[in-house]
């Protein structure tokens, strides 16, 4: 089954003032929709980032991919190499980590594994979960995202969720969260305020939520001494600490000091940032991500690579859409030591989702796994439209949570370490 054409459509959709270690998000977020179009008439959808140079470098590789098999992973995988010849990605606000010559390939090549996933899940009349092994769960838990917020973007009405900018707040997000969701774990996103207060806002949380398990990350903003003096106050409260300290050398010498499990998403982010992080010790939990991990087929591959190491695994989120929290949920069904519950965005930006609904939803915080062949999910085109329009409309082609906390507090300097 060949690849006749693909469509990338850039899109752009609202999201909160959700702030975090460098700055706050924008009013708008950046997407990219990936539809494989083959000789047999069947289709496949993939999502990525939007950002200006990721999509310049999807784009590139779209050529190379023309007439090759939707089976033939491996060919596909080497043909993206081969377009990139060797570029190394980047981001503006560095919350994914040091991305290499190796991530980007994968980066590039995820969004369209999933889409080729799509298709053959189609062709055969079964869900992508069966693709990747089979279900070893129903439905897939995912946690209760928390931000410290603004109640509005400047200049803006204030939005449904309101301001988060204290341990009240904070625990009052978590409930509209729980209330809607029903989410079993929370994760609050640290690195925004002094170490002090936030760790008052896991305590109010911990207070509110006796049973949920608890996880703070700050994005690396503190020194290793802060990250242990962190550690120790808030032992038994957390189930891991996710990234408080930069680079592999930094979460090794934290984790040498301290009981409890530290996770990460940003100092290791690519096959080949897992051997010098295991020799280390750096890291006891690792959040997947097909995005940057190479698509979900990778991602089984790493999750084995956890299970040999005794590395725990769960998943972590950016902003997204409901084609990734399609491939999320099937990635996370067909992998058996995923046992923590898995980090989503999607709450925050649901409303502007691209997928037709009825076919992803919450249940006692767990989204069951589509039952659809393929990834189980339908564009609306008329919602595409919408989106890809909003995107023409902006001038935001990159995000740049740190310009535009600049612009609101021309004060404002981001710093790593801050604390």
């Known amino acids: 089954m060949k690849i006749t054409e693909i469509v990338l459509t850039p899109i752009a959709f609202r999201d909160p003032p ?7 998000h924008e009013p708008l977020a950046l997407r990219t929709i990936v539809e494989i179009h083959t000789d047999e008439g069947v289709s496949g959808l993939g999502e990525t980032y939007g950002d200006a140079g990721h999509l310049e470098r ?13 089976y033939h992973l491996n060919a596909l995988h080497a043909a993206v190499a081969s377009a990139l010849g060797g570029v190394v990605g980047s981001d503006k606000h560095g919350l994914t980590g040091q991305i290499s010559g190796i991530g980007t390939v994968d980066r590039v090549f995820s969004p369209f594994e999933v889409a080729c996933l799509d298709i053959q899940g189609k062709h055969q009349g079964r869900p992508v979960v069966d693709l990747l092994g089979g279900k070893v769960r129903d439905a897939v838990p995912y946690s209760a995202y928390l931000f410290y917020k603004w109640a509005g ?21 978590a409930r509209k969260l729980i209330d809607e969701y029903g989410f079993g774990s929370i994760k609050l996103k640290g690195g925004v305020f002094p170490p002090e207060e936030e760790i008052e806002a896991i305590r109010a949380l911990r207070e509110a939520f006796p049973d949920h398990p608890l996880r703070l990350d700050p994005n690396a903003v503190w020194t290793p001494d802060t990250s242990v003096k962190v550690a120790e106050q808030v032992d038994g409260v957390l189930e891991y600490l996710e990234d408080p300290t930069a680079n592999i050398d930094g979460m090794a010498e934290v984790a040498s000091r301290i009981e409890m499990p530290l996770a990460t998403n940003m100092c290791v982010v690519s096959f ?3 051997e ?4 280390q010790n750096a890291i006891q939990v690792l959040l997947s991500d097909h995005h940057y991990w190479g698509g979900l087929t990778r991602s089984r591959g790493l999750a084995l690579l956890c299970e040999t190491f005794g590395i725990g695994l769960s998943m972590h989120s950016n902003s997204h859409l409901g084609i990734s929290l399609a491939a999320m949920t099937h990635l996370a069904a067909a992998t058996p030591n995923l046992r923590y519950a898995c980090d989503t965005h999607y709450p925050w930006n649901a409303v502007d989702d691209v997928v037709k609904p009825g076919a992803l939803s919450f249940v006692d915080g767990a989204v069951p796994v589509p039952s659809g062949p ?3 999910v339908e ?3 008329d919602a595409l439209a919408v989106a890809h329009q909003r995107f023409l409309d902006t001038d935001i082609r990159s995000r740049d949570d740190t310009g535009y906390m600049q612009r609101v507090d021309p004060s404002y300097e981001r710093k790593n370490p801050r604390w």
Do not use: F, Y
Not at 18 to 24: A, P, T
Not at 58 to 70: E, M
Not at 153 to 163: F, K, L, R, S, T
């Open 58 to 70: 999807t784009r590139k590789v779209v050529p190379s991919l023309i007439g090759l098999d939707v």
């Open 276 to 279: 010098p992080a295991i020799r």
């Open 374 to 376: 393929g990834l189980g």
């Open 272 to 274: 080949d940032h897992l």
């Open 153 to 173: 973007h400047p200049g803006h009405e204030d939005d449904e969720w309101g301001a988060a900018l204290d341990p009240a707040g904070i625990v009052a997000q």
């Open 379 to 381: 564009l609306d085109r």
């Open 18 to 24: 959700l702030m975090n270690s460098v700055g706050v």
